[in-house]
């Protein structure tokens, strides 16, 4: 099940909560002592500046999983540490992501060394908006497979919020290449807790063994898989890389977004659960593939009034960021999600990290 930390910090004792959150996280993930000890320091250094110069805000904590391939094969897991807040922001990235750099009025200290330690490192901030972060570290640093096609000119990523601070979130996300197919989905288990979060598992283990089906076949896949749990919503988004073209399902309240340069399409799900009421005709969506395209699938603890915007749609920015991004400009301390909460985004990869 998605086991995530949610550590609010808004005062010195939550940023050892972060630190012991990164050492748990870890351990799930199987990293060994040395690597522990850098996603601790990194969720402390994280933590710090969240207390220090953005009047606090959370940190998120869970494991991530790569894609898994049409041989099955699987790469390490990562810790994913993310931090959030609606603070002062940052007017010079680039001298913050310097070792040492520090004001007194925007996070800075620190990010430095995250960067560096970090396997993936990126963040987006706008001054009077905020901050977020996303690190990852895995078992080894920069040890991935060697894969070429144009399948690889994908990558997902996501952030996934559980309501009320709970140790499990009932939303689930996952993504799957099989050739020149890549498949991302999310779910969301009717309800909260550990009985919503047992069908959204279910649905990531179905999805890993469905990598090469349509979204429509891959949902009655897990409509399948599913029963006997209390069901979920579920979207499926397939792209097909080299005929360039999206194929979509989906059953249920998960919100589907397309961006189409610059210009946003709703993709539209039928009601029902799968896993206990699915609906008997699965329609498959069409939409045009391009490298300026975006795709957002979120849940429904995302605020109905929720829209995108231009910071929603920026190619070069890591998936997990702009699903942050996401979360952070729908929801403000006064005003936090209503429910479990999970954004996942298929974007394209910048050219030089393919």
Request: glycine share 10%.
């Amino acid at each position: 099940m998605p086991r995530v930390w949610d550590v609010p910090v808004h005062d010195s004792t939550r940023v050892r909560d972060a630190r012991v959150a990164a050492e748990h996280a870890a351990a799930l993930a199987g990293l060994d002592e040395r690597r522990t000890s850098t996603a601790a320091l990194v969720a402390t250094e994280l933590a710090t500046n969240l207390l220090k110069h953005a009047g606090g805000g959370r940190v998120l904590i869970d494991v991530v999983a790569p894609a898994v391939l049409n041989t099955g094969r699987e790469g390490s897991s990562q810790v994913q540490v993310t931090t959030i807040d609606h603070g002062p922001g940052i007017a010079d990235v680039s001298a913050a992501l310097r070792d040492g750099f520090t004001t007194t009025g925007s996070l800075g200290a620190g990010l430095g060394t995250c960067a560096r330690l970090a396997d993936d490192f990126d963040l987006h901030s706008v001054p009077g908006r905020g901050t977020v972060v996303v690190a990852r570290l895995g078992a080894v640093p920069d040890a991935r497979a060697a894969e070429s096609g144009p399948a690889t000119r994908l990558r997902a990523g996501a952030v996934n919020l559980p309501f009320g601070g709970a140790d499990y979130s009932g939303d689930a996300w996952a993504w799957v290449r099989d050739g020149d197919l890549v498949t991302l989905m999310l779910a969301d288990g009717l309800g909260h807790g550990p009985e919503a979060a047992r069908a959204s598992s279910a649905a990531v283990d179905a999805l890993r063994a469905s990598a090469g089906l349509r979204p429509a076949e891959a949902v009655r896949r897990l409509d399948r898989a599913l029963s006997g749990t209390r069901g979920a919503a579920v979207a499926v988004a397939q792209v097909d890389t080299r005929a360039g073209v999206l194929r979509f399902t989906g059953v249920g309240n998960i919100g589907a977004r397309l961006c189409e340069g610059g210009t946003w399409r709703h993709l539209v799900s039928r009601p029902g659960i799968v896993g206990t009421h699915r609906p008997s005709t699965l329609r498959e969506e069409e939409a045009v593939w391009a490298d300026d395209r975006v795709l957002v699938l979120h849940s429904d603890g995302l605020p109905s009034r929720w829209s995108p915007t231009s910071d929603t749609c920026r190619t070069a920015t890591d998936p997990a960021v702009t699903a942050a991004v996401t979360i952070r400009d729908a929801s403000s301390p006064a005003r936090p999600v209503r429910d479990d909460t999970a954004v996942a985004v298929l974007a394209p990869t910048p050219p030089d990290r393919s």
